[in-house]
């Protein structure tokens, strides 16, 4: 496939999957032409503030552009802290905070920096369970100010029936998204997420694109709520551990004590 690859809401089939580094040119070209998106509401949400932005949909699109960006302090997450869960095993850890998530699987991993994730998704009557499969795309440049990326592209199964079973069934959705990480010089991280999708089935597109700022803006708090109970449980979990080598050092040290003690004047 050519690098004139544009991202949208077409599956393409495993066979027609262009190159890794056509996948992320063409996500880093969605991220920089965001920053010119007509800007719309900013959310305020337990502690974070998001503003969001879109794009009317284009002639290569099938549906319209959304796009989130926040600001965070290391109280909220270090850069390695948001790589940590967004860059690696994104699909899993977003069923822990997207509320909608009720499954996750790994369809197949192609190469250490790409793999075909399914999701399903459920959400309250009428609306039917929701089927995405998408091959996701990541990469992360030490280089300073350093930068995470992830690529998420839908993808057809069809093809191959034994991959297709892997998948729950539902109402196949499609989405493609763009994530970045980025070091800013002031210290804080920016998170920005750009992303086109559609839901599939009766729901009529005007509803999603209604809809989306104020449901991408909501995953910025449910991430960073869910990751600081992760970041307790982990420091928890190493003070315990501390503890532990503490006493277990103070227990070793005894029998040294008696051996010199013994090994002292009058010892037979």
């Not at 007509?38 to 969001?52: A, D, I, N």
């Not at 796009?67 to 997450?77: G, K």
Request: charged fraction near 25%; include cysteine.
């Amino acid at each position: 496939m050519s690098n004139d690859f544009h991202l949208s809401i077409t599956r393409l089939k495993l066979s027609e999957l262009p190159s890794e580094e056509t996948v992320l040119a063409a996500g880093r070209a969605v991220l920089d032409s965001s920053s010119s998106w007509k800007e719309g509401k900013t959310f305020h949400r337990h502690g974070t503030t998001v503003r969001t932005f879109a794009q009317p949909k284009g002639p290569q699109d099938g549906a319209g552009w959304h796009c989130r960006v926040s600001e965070h302090t290391a109280e909220d997450a270090t850069f390695d802290e948001f790589w940590a869960k967004l860059g690696v095993d994104k699909a899993e850890n977003e069923k822990e905070f997207v509320h909608e998530i009720k499954k996750v699987k790994l369809v197949k991993q192609i190469s250490p920096t790409q793999s075909v994730w399914t999701l399903y998704y459920t959400f309250p009557p009428p609306v039917a369970p929701r089927v995405f499969t998408v091959l996701q795309t990541v990469h992360l440049d030490n280089a300073s100010p350093r930068t995470g990326i992830i690529v998420s592209i839908p993808i057809d199964l069809s093809s191959d029936p034994e991959l297709a079973e892997l998948e729950e069934k539902g109402v196949k959705g499609r989405y493609t998204s763009v994530e970045r990480i980025k070091e800013l010089e002031n210290g804080k991280v920016e998170w920005r997420m750009a992303t086109s999708s559609t839901p599939g089935g009766n729901i009529p597109q005007f509803i999603t694109e209604r809809t989306m700022p104020g449901k991408i803006s909501a995953d910025v708090p449910q991430f960073i709520q869910w990751f600081h109970t992760i970041r307790a449980k982990d420091a928890k979990a190493g003070s315990a551990s501390a503890e532990v080598r503490k006493s277990t050092s103070e227990a070793a040290a005894v029998p040294a004590v008696s051996v010199a003690e013994g090994a002292g004047p009058g010892a037979a």
